[in-house]
């Protein structure tokens, strides 16, 4: 029977292929992927093609089991904790009990800094503040801002319309705990990757929809913002780039409840009547990702309603990518641009 390695030892081996010689990377990865005028990133082929070997999957089983795979995954992928970067627990309250959260704060960082209230990815059903440490503690340090990253509450347990309460009442607790915090109230943002870029965006709208404070600024990335409407790059891009189409209706149909309004713009930001006076707003999208179409809908329906908005497409890289800064280079390039756009989206603020 084989014994399997322990995961630093794979995750040495899974990073060590990222620094071969690039002809070597390119023969293990092999021929270039090129899909819709876009080339795929060697490391993200490479890393694909790592993943296919070790037949590694974003969601495999039951939930639980989905779960596990993606705790011990992370560690492959990941790298080395970020630092120096403080962390601080804590628990976040809310009408219907009390959400784990963590705090990162940069060593140095004076008071009254800019906060992102994080929400992470994981399509609503996987996905923990464990499995995004390493993308708040770089985005904390490269953009200079504290990060509160939120254990909102997870499907199918909770299904829709509960993680959508539970990030409103983040964002009003990191309003209301500023200055415990270390925060400047005026400069407190909201974001997240994929399942939690949707849940940042319907946050702003709920805010902004009811009065009072709203978050200063949105980062989105490769946001999914519309269950209503199938996209053509869900199509081009449903199998073999790390979420497929297979695993957006598996996240869905645990997500979702029957009968559900799909046009409900808690569900889907992209179909809200009015989007003015949200606040300004940084959409990245990846090139060989499903959400790509989507997201971009919603970056120029923002913009159409006056709202500032930045679009960023890195049309070479796939879903996930902030969470694979522990393997090449390309991963981390993308990850400090948007951590660079973040910080400059926040200065002034206030």
């Not at 992470?120 to 059903?125: C, E, L, N, Q, R």
């Not at 695993?247 to 979702?256: A, D, Q």
């Not at 790509?292 to 923002?302: I, N, S, V």
Request: charge should be negative; include cysteine.
């Amino acid at each position: 029977m084989a014994i399997p390695l322990p995961v630093r030892v794979q995750a040495a081996a899974s990073q060590l292929a990222f620094w071969l010689p690039a002809p070597v990377r390119r023969a293990a990865a092999g021929r270039t992927v090129r899909i819709d005028g876009q080339d795929l990133a060697l490391d993200a082929q490479l890393l694909l093609r790592l993943q296919k070997i070790a037949r590694a999957e974003l969601v495999r089983g039951s939930v639980e089991q989905s779960r596990a795979l993606l705790d011990v995954g992370r560690h492959l992928v990941s790298g080395r904790p970020v630092e120096p970067v403080s962390v601080r627990e804590l628990d976040v309250p809310t009408p219907d009990g009390d959400l784990p959260a963590t705090l990162y704060t940069p060593v140095g960082l004076p008071e009254k800094s800019p906060l992102l209230v994080f929400f992470h990815g994981g399509g609503w059903v996987i996905g923990t503040r464990a499995s995004h440490d390493n993308a708040c503690r770089f985005l904390a340090k490269h953009a200079g801002v504290r990060v509160l990253s939120i254990e909102y509450r997870l499907a199918p347990e909770f299904p829709f319309p509960a993680a959508t309460g539970d990030a409103l009442a983040a964002f009003d607790y990191a309003v209301a705990k500023a200055g415990d915090l270390g925060a400047d109230p005026a400069r407190i943002a909201v974001g997240g990757d994929s399942a939690g870029g949707n849940l940042a965006a319907v946050t702003a709208q709920q805010a902004v929809k009811r009065g009072g404070p709203a978050p200063a600024f949105q980062l989105l990335i490769y946001p999914a913002t519309d269950f209503a409407h199938r996209y053509r790059s869900q199509d081009l891009f449903a199998e073999d780039l790390f979420l497929t189409d297979v695993h957006m209706k598996w996240f869905e149909g645990h997500y979702v409840p029957e009968g559900s309004d799909l046009t409900d713009p808690r569900l889907s930001p992209l179909r809200a009547d009015d989007l003015s006076g949200l606040p300004p707003a940084l959409v990245v999208t990846a090139g060989f990702d499903p959400l790509r179409d989507e997201g971009e809908a919603y970056a120029e329906k923002l913009r159409e309603a006056g709202v500032e908005v930045a679009l960023r497409r890195h049309e070479d890289l796939i879903h996930g990518f902030i969470n694979f800064t522990g393997v090449g280079t390309r991963f981390r390039e993308a990850l400090a641009e948007t951590a660079g756009a973040l910080r400059q989206g926040l200065a002034g603020k206030g």
